[in-house]
């Protein structure tokens, strides 16, 4: 509040800002408040104000904490990714049109959840 109402210097670290900043590998922090302390040393001080701003609707939009939209993400090739497994980055697979989704299963080996409901679905009925 301090930092919006004010115009102090402040970094707001929320779970989100936590989350994202070391899903990216940004900073590799336990706390959000040891998150706050590493980007004040590494985030320039003009974007500390807005950073929260910019975070939220992201991670709750699409770098969710399960099972992120890692495939429509713009910013995936400067994310490292921690803490995302397969499992997560497969499920999300089902937003992207099927022929697509077979190319990218015959690829990567995996199936998304979508893909092994439909095939159940085909399975005959046990008695």
Not at 39 to 58: C, E, G, M, Q, S
Not at 85 to 90: F, G, I, K, N, P
Not at 104 to 118: I, K, N, T, V, Y
Request: glycine residues 6%.
């Amino acid at each position: 509040m301090v930092t919006v109402g004010y115009g102090k210097p402040g970094i707001c670290v929320d779970i989100h800002v936590h989350r994202i900043s070391n899903r990216w590998g940004y900073v590799r922090t336990k706390t959000p408040e040891e998150t706050e302390q590493a980007l004040r040393r590494k985030l320039p001080a003009l974007h500390w104000i807005t950073f929260n701003d910019l975070l939220v609707p992201y991670g709750q939009n699409l770098c969710q904490p399960v099972s992120p939209f890692c495939s429509r993400c713009k910013l995936i090739e400067y994310c490292d990714q921690v803490g995302v497994t397969t499992l997560a980055l497969s499920e999300r697979k089902r937003d992207v049109p099927g022929r697509a989704r077979k190319a990218r299963h015959a690829e990567s080996g995996l199936a998304c959840r979508a893909c092994l409901a439909f095939r159940a679905s085909l399975a005959p009925a046990s008695c």
